[in-house]
């Protein structure tokens, strides 16, 4: 197939897409609430990583973000301006439940009401997702997702959003980016809670599987009708060169990650490949794994960003890095822009796990957005990746993917982990010592294209 459409004219991205398409926004809490100490909340691990020197770019933190809990009815009133028809944000556990356990702190359950109820009476779609990283640091200090008890207080934080959320939200979604949060969270330990050790990453992973599989059983007894998924990114995954070693370590870094997580939701359990190539690498030390039940799923999320080069460093299993190539279009996280990617990543889901439904829950581009004379955001760069990975959706769409929804990520500038303040991704910039808002060139964009699709 050739590279997809290129042409960011609005209608003719629009024309791909059909009428009640899910076009909105995602976002997520620790990124862009603020309000750290507000109304009773609790310490997450992402509070104890930023107070590590040099953990996070410019010493920053998410203490303040873009102080939406303050400013969320401007944020969703400019969100409604641009035609957003859902809204993908999630909720902090640390404010339900400040140490990970127990009754519900009701304050923080109450912001949680006053945005769903915001949310809806602009005409918006919440779609709630629960888990996008923050652990309270309560849960961590006994092990946090390593520990087997996590699924079980999963389970009750999942309950008490439900039961009160539950007769306004119908969609839900237990995590954002499992795999991330297991690997870079704790073997890589550059997110939080900033562990290097392989086994716990691998039990970390087991235990988010069995607490997705509790937690929907948790959200429908609550919830009649819930609609429930899981945000998975996957990249495209390709070897940086023809050479062998390189194809080999792509191959085992995609049955080590994604079947790892895909095949187990599915209902397959770990796969084989996967399990060589973990063991191979001493992952599995001390780990006695069994099959996780599958998940309950009816809709898959995607989070897509980019190609994903697999670089072997040595012949060693597991020994590669993954960087843009020199002489690649990159965005300014040096990720390598791949639309064709999405569109192939979609088909490959399809085509091996076949989701009743798949959502585009994230996808977007970091550039380095300046004001121009005119006082304007002109992000053409963003536009242009917009375009063509819509283009590449529709292509998918045309070709049978139950593609039924895109939420760009992200609305406006926000913390962007341990990258900090340096990188935005919205559509709307934010100016951090003033928290004045300013849509940016590619906001009027989308709102164009989700005016054209109807
Ligand atoms: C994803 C995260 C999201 C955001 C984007 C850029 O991995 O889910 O919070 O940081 O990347």
């Known amino acids: 197939m050739a590279t997809p459409e290129t042409n960011p004219d609005p209608n003719a991205i629009a024309a791909g897409f059909p009428t009640g398409f899910g076009w909105g926004f995602a976002a997520s809490a620790y990124q862009i609430e603020g309000a750290a100490d507000e109304d009773g909340r609790g310490r997450s691990i992402w509070d104890t990583l930023c107070d590590v020197p040099g953990a996070i770019a410019d010493g920053q933190s998410g203490r303040v973000a873009c102080d939406h809990y303050h400013r969320y009815l401007g944020d969703l009133a400019l969100m409604a301006g641009l035609g957003s028809r859902t809204y993908r944000f999630s909720v902090a556990w640390p404010r339900i439940q400040p140490d990970g356990s127990g009754p519900a702190n009701e304050l923080g359950l109450d912001f949680y009401d006053r945005l769903v109820d915001a949310v809806l009476a602009t005409g918006i779609r919440p779609h709630l997702n629960l888990f996008h ?48 949060f297991a690997y870079l969270g704790h073997a890589d330990g550059i997110h ?36 429930i998924g899981v945000a998975y990114d996957m990249n495209q995954v390709v070897p940086a060169t023809d050479a062998e070693r390189d194809r080999a370590a792509a191959a085992a870094w995609s049955a080590a990650r994604d079947a790892w997580f895909l095949d187990p939701l599915f209902g397959r359990g770990y796969p084989a490949a996967g399990m060589a190539a973990h063991a191979a690498a001493g992952h599995l030390e001390g780990v006695e794994l069994t099959d996780p039940p599958a998940g309950d799923l009816d809709y898959l999320g995607l989070n897509y960003y980019r190609r994903d080069p697999v670089r072997a460093r040595s012949d060693e299993p597991f020994d590669f890095e993954m960087e843009g190539r020199a002489g690649t279009e990159q965005t300014e996280m040096g990720w390598e822009v791949a639309p064709e990617g999405l569109r ?19 996808n977007g581009a970091a550039y380095p957005d300046r004001f121009a004379a005119d006082g304007r955001v002109h992000d053409d760069d963003r536009i242009s990746y917009l ?68």
């Open 344 to 362: 192939d990543v979609l088909l490959q889901l399809h085509r091996e796990y076949a989701p009743r439904e798949i959502v585009i829950t994230e």
């Open 192 to 227: 939080a809670p900033g562990l290097r050790d392989w086994p716990t990453a691998i039990r970390v992973a087991d235990n988010e599987l069995r607490a997705h599989a509790a937690a929907g059983s948790v959200i429908r007894s609550h919830v009649p009708g819930a609609r």
């Open 387 to 454: 375009a063509r990975h819509l283009g590449a959706a529709a292509e998918a769409i045309a070709a049978g993917v139950p593609l039924t929804g895109y939420h760009a990520w992200s609305f406006m500038d926000n913390f962007e982990w341990s990258l900090g303040y340096t990188k935005r991704f919205g559509m709307i910039h934010v100016d951090y010592a003033t928290q004045a808002r300013t849509p940016k060139d590619s906001a009027e964009w989308y709102r164009k294209v989700i005016a054209a699709a109807g």
């Open 133 to 180: 990283w923050d652990l309270p640091q309560g849960l961590q200090d006994r092990g946090g997702f390593a520990n087997p008890e996590i699924v079980g207080r999963f389970g009750d934080y999942a309950a008490l959003v439900a039961s009160r959320l539950g007769d306004r939200v119908i969609d839900w979604m237990t995590f954002n980016e499992p795999a991330v």
